[in-house]
T-cell receptor, first 112, second 111 residues
């Protein structure tokens, strides 16, 4: 039973399109995150939600809109996709502050 | 500022020890972490150390923390080919809601 699952695993789309990535967790954790990993494997935090409330928005363009319908889900919607959005997007969760992160397997987004 | 630095590459022979180094900036971090990423997968927590500790040992893994120099290291004893992966050092800021990662050290293990 996967603890943090993301869908889709791969997403190929054209510039200008709008797409969503979904994340679901069954760990009962209060905090969920989105991270972006670029082609050089550099990992950067995008958003952090605690109990469905946005805690961190790390200067991400407003084309990216996270939504947390409940504590088990954190989705990421991206409008007007650009070439530079191509990356692997990871969802992660944690159980409270200063707790380790549990990662999903990532969604590889390719914008052509 | 918020920054975690690591060397990018390390190559060792099977059976040797590997030492991966990291420097961090936030002296108020409570925990410091090491994560492992295998190809096509997410990051997995490998081990962590509480900031009031100098050393933590967990089977083949030894973590050393030098708070004065803000230096963290991960030693893998008897390195195996299955240890080939990217290793990320990380620390947590902003009340624990923001974890910053280093650029990752690519460990290559030669048979």
């Amino acid at each position: 039973d996967t603890a943090v699952s993301q869908t889709p695993k791969y997403l190929v789309t054209q510039m200008g399109n709008d797409k969503s990535i979904k994340c679901e967790q069954n760990l009962g954790h209060d905090t969920m995150y989105w991270y972006k990993q670029d082609s050089k494997k550099f990992l950067k935090i995008m958003f952090s939600y605690n109990n469905k409330e946005l805690i961190i928005n790390e200067t991400v363009p407003n084309r990216f809109s996270p939504k947390s319908p409940d504590k088990a889900h954190l989705n990421l919607h991206i409008n007007s996709l650009e070439l530079g959005d191509s990356a692997v997007y990871f969802c992660a969760t944690s159980d409270g502050t200063n707790s380790p992160l549990h990662f999903g397997n990532g969604t590889r987004l390719t914008v052509t | 500022g918020e920054d975690v630095e690591q060397s990018l590459f390390l190559s060792v022979r099977e059976g040797d020890s590997s030492v991966i180094n990291c420097t961090y900036t936030d002296s108020s971090s409570t925990y410091l972490y090491w994560y492992k990423q295998e190809p096509g997968a997410g990051l997995q927590l490998l081990t962590y150390i509480f900031s009031n500790m100098d050393m933590k040992q967990d089977q083949r893994l030894t973590v050393l923390l030098n708070k004065k120099d803000k230096h963290l290291s991960l030693r893998i004893a008897d390195t195996q080919t299955g240890d080939s992966a990217i290793y990320f050092c990380a620390e947590t800021y902003t009340g624990g809601f923001k974890t910053i990662f280093g650029a990752g050290t690519r460990l290559f293990v030669k048979a």
